[in-house]
């Protein structure tokens, strides 16, 4: 199977999650497409894991991927399943104030954050910026950092919390600062490795 066979699949699933997203009205129905649309564009990401990473069925860091992959199938299986059967799902996620979206933001961030250096080469996961993905070296600097920020950034996102801040401020500049910090050092060793061009 070409390259292009398989991006094709996903990009389609994704741009049609995006789409509904925004067009659609936050009924059962809509829900329910959105839901089987991400586990279906996960499913295709998780069955194309090896092409993607272009390594071998075996290799460990393909069962990484995957096993992130899965990760997210069970998680938003399991969230849409909460939204379509407790009546108050949706009331409950929104409400910030308990800080229950809060708490899985930092648990999703703790598993990526843990995955992330173990994550191969490859263009459709992890911090995909326009330098990491040209270089592999860019790829592990920026993957490795993402890695060592996560647990101190959680640490301090959490402690913003306990102490009063806003649920919403605490988790906006928690993950920018989180993805920033290896983004830009990343693409300061990629301008470096290029030679300054």
Same mark, same amino acid.
């Given at each position: ?16 999650? !995006? ?20 586990? %279906?564009?996960?499913?295709?990401? *998780? ?25 997210? !199938? ?13 009546? /108050? ?18 648990? !999703?961030?703790?598993? %990526? ?10 263009? $459709? ?9 040209? *270089? ?32 919403? *401020?605490?988790?906006? $500049? ?6 920033? !910090? ?7 060793? $990629?301008? /470096? ?5």
């Amino acid at each position: 199977m070409k390259k292009t066979t398989i991006i094709w699949p996903i990009t389609l699933l994704s741009v049609a999650i !995006i789409a509904l997203s925004f067009i659609q009205e936050k009924s059962q129905s809509s829900i329910i497409l959105i839901g089987v649309a991400v586990i %279906i564009a996960l499913g295709l990401l *998780d069955i194309f894991t090896p092409r993607i990473a272009k390594l071998s069925e075996t290799n460990p860091k393909v069962k990484t991927m995957r096993r992130l992959n899965r990760f997210f !199938i069970l998680f938003f299986a399991a969230l849409f399943t909460f939204i379509l059967w407790y009546p /108050k799902a949706q009331l409950l996620l929104s409400n910030n104030d308990r800080g229950i979206t809060f708490i899985v933001v930092l648990v !999703i961030m703790g598993i %990526i954050g843990n995955t992330s250096p173990k994550l191969p080469f490859n263009r $459709y996961m992890g911090l995909r910026l326009p330098w990491t993905i040209r *270089d592999e070296e860019t790829w592990r600097v920026a993957h490795r950092w993402l890695g060592y920020l996560t647990f101190p950034i959680i640490i301090i996102m959490l402690t913003a919390f306990l102490l009063g801040v806003k649920v919403n *401020d605490v988790a906006t $500049y928690g993950i920018i600062t989180w993805i920033a !910090i290896p983004g830009i050092y990343s693409g300061w060793i $990629y301008y /470096k490795r290029m030679g300054g061009k």
